[in-house]
């Protein structure tokens, strides 16, 4: 058993068993600090894998932003500690769709993929042309790729983000400034 | 290390996350199921990269893109589960879907 093999392992036993406390935990806020462990330990099974910039990336946008972001909207929703956090009355029905769609993907993934083992050390094929990266992972590779090859996917993203920026602004804040002339008008409810 | 052990892994966290969107009754927790299902995607993503040695980085690449586009979602979630806080005042999905109120409850 190789040291990598070892740390996945554990890596694995800490997501699996983070991620059920997530689903699980009656507390909204420890569902989100129990997610924290989840991404954290997924960042670490990225490192692992050789993915090194995608690992830190997955650190700053996921445990730093998105997180910050659930927590916050837990807090602006007043989520009482202990009661709205609680599964509801179809959790049979979600056990066994989730139990089933782990069990057809395991079985898919098991029957096609059995026997092949990834090489953690070897570099890239050269088939792209261009001048193979030190490391496959690292951050000059990626970015090469990125701004290189996948640029016009990059553009497409950023005005995405753009999108979903107004869409937000414009969804969350239409509301109080109907009420606002509501209430002016003197026909507030 | 076998390719087949970052497969089960993602597939475990999939069922987890599939559970979590459908058990959860507040919305923001089942949008935390959805954050667990982007996850094992983008684990094998990574998995399948390394195992191809793509010269491009598609696995990480695209990775990178769902980072990115589950930024973008979680922000547009959080504000339509605001929107619905303020105009019902609760965000227990059950009882949006059972109460099915015509007329939203302003909130001043």
Redesign the interface.
């Known amino acids: 058993m ?1 040291p ?2 070892v740390v ?2 554990l890596l ?1 036993v800490l ?2 068993a983070s ?2 406390m ?2 699980s935990t009656p507390h ?1 806020v420890h ?2 600090l129990w ?1 924290v462990v ?2 954290g330990a ?1 960042a670490g ?2 490192l ?4 090194e ?2 690992a830190w ?2 650190v700053l ?2 445990v730093g ?2 997180v910050v ?2 927590l ?3 807090m ?2 007043r ?1 009482p500690a202990s009661t ?8 049979p ?3 066994f ?3 089933s ?3 057809v ?2 079985v898919v ?2 029957s096609g ?8 050390d ?7 042309g ?1 001048a ?2 030190e490391r ?2 690292d951050t000059r ?2 970015g090469e ?2 701004f290189t ?2 640029v016009l ?2 553009e497409v ?1 950023s005005v ?2 753009l ?3 107004i ?3 414009v ?2 804040g ?3 400034d109907r ?1 606002r002339q ?2 002016a008008a003197g026909g ?2 | 290390m076998p390719l087949l052990q970052p497969l089960l892994l993602s597939s475990a966290l999939f069922g987890i996350g599939v559970y979590g969107v459908l058990s959860r009754r507040n919305a923001v927790l089942a949008l935390m199921g959805v954050e667990l299902m982007l996850n094992a995607v983008m684990l094998n993503l990574v998995a399948f990269d390394v195992w191809l040695r793509d010269s491009l980085l598609t696995g990480q690449v695209f990775t990178l893109f769902v980072i990115a586009l589950a930024a973008a979602e979680i922000g547009l979630g959080l504000a339509i589960v605001l929107r619905l806080f303020r105009a019902y005042g609760t965000v227990d999905v059950d009882a949006l879907a059972d109460d099915r109120r015509a007329d939203p409850v302003h909130v001043t």
């Open positions: 190789t990598e093999l996945f392992w694995s997501t699996v991620a059920v997530v689903v909204v569902a989100a997610l989840t991404l997924v099974c990225f692992v894998l050789t993915a910039f995608v990336v997955q946008i996921y932003a998105v972001l659930l916050f909207a837990l602006l929703t989520s709205t956090g609680a599964t509801s009355r179809n959790r029905v979600a056990a769709a989730g139990f769609t782990f069990g993907l395991a993934l098991t993929f059995r026997g092949i083992v990834l090489d953690l070897s570099q890239p094929d050269q088939l792209g261009a193979p990266p496959i992972g590779s990626v790729a990125i090859h996948w996917a990059f993203l995405i983000l999108a979903a920026l869409g937000a602004i969804v969350s239409r509301v109080r009420d509501k209430a507030g409810s």
